[in-house]
T-cell receptor
Framework: KAGVTQTPRYLIKTRGQQVTLSCSPISGHRSVSWYQQTPGQGLQFLFEYFSETQRNKGNFPGRFSGRQFSNSRSEMNVSTLELGDSALYLC??????????????FGEGSRLTVL | GNSVTQMEGPVTLSEEAFLTINCTYTATGYPSLFWYVQYPGEGLQLLLKATKADDKGSNKGFEATYRKETTSFHLEKGSVQVSDSAVYFCALSNSGGYQKVTFGTGTKLQVIP
């Protein structure tokens, strides 16, 4: 069974640009969550999508957005990039039901560097 | 709100030493508790979990017991190996089916031969 796949793995952008990251969840998983990981702040929850609907959101500015497609694949977008957006962005998939709450399967992440 | 506090690292141990990584939490209701592990260059993997008070989660020789009276979920292993070198994250979830998980800051473990 294939794991969670994130693309691209590495990318470099400049301030003011925008970026789109992609995540393909494990087959059969309907929930996709996104986290930002930085040395200073640790893992911060961005948002969760389930069946194409955002059902939870963290405390990030509106420049961070996401969506989920009918095949459960998800994308997140960051517009008007700032230096502080440099981070490892992790996608996690799960079944999304009450019985599997907190049981996340993570991808290897997309490392974004903003210059 | 929810929060997880875990001991500062890095923790350096010799092979076959006993490991304890402390974790305490603050949450409303009855959260489920987790330990995740992140090996270098990889995403996080679920190591073990416990869903109610006095539950013991275990996996790969690691154990943690859900202590509601002390709001703790300390990770232990009797004999660490070099291959256990990684960053360990304590985490909680009390959002029902919603996957909003609160993570601690992580504790880096280095095991030397």
């Amino acid at each position: 069974k294939a794991g969670v796949t994130q693309t691209p793995r590495y990318l470099i952008k400049t301030r003011g640009q925008q970026v789109t990251l992609s995540c393909s969840p494990i087959s059969g998983h309907r929930s996709v969550s996104w986290y930002q990981q930085t040395p200073g702040q640790g893992l911060q929850f961005l948002f969760e999508y389930f069946s194409e609907t955002q059902r939870n959101k963290g405390n990030f500015p509106g420049r961070f957005s996401g969506r989920q497609f009918s095949n459960s694949r998800s994308e997140m977008n960051v517009s008007t990039l700032e230096l502080g957006d440099s981070a490892l962005y992790l996608c996690a998939s799960s079944l999304g039901d009450r019985g599997s709450a907190g049981e996340l399967f993570f991808g290897e992440g997309s490392r974004l560097t903003v210059l | 709100g929810n929060s997880v506090t875990q001991m500062e690292g890095p923790v350096t141990l010799s092979e076959e030493a006993f490991l304890t990584i402390n974790c305490t939490y603050t949450a409303t209701g009855y959260p489920s508790l987790f330990w995740y592990v992140q090996y270098p260059g990889e995403g996080l993997q679920l190591l073990l979990k416990a869903t109610k008070a006095d539950d013991k989660g275990s996996n790969k020789g690691f154990e943690a017991t859900y202590r509601k009276e002390t709001t703790s979920f300390h990770l232990e292993k009797g004999s660490v190996q070099v291959s256990d070198s990684a960053v360990y994250f304590c985490a909680l979830s009390n959002s029902g089916g919603y996957q909003k998980v609160t993570f601690g800051t992580g504790t880096k473990l280095q095991v030397i031969p």
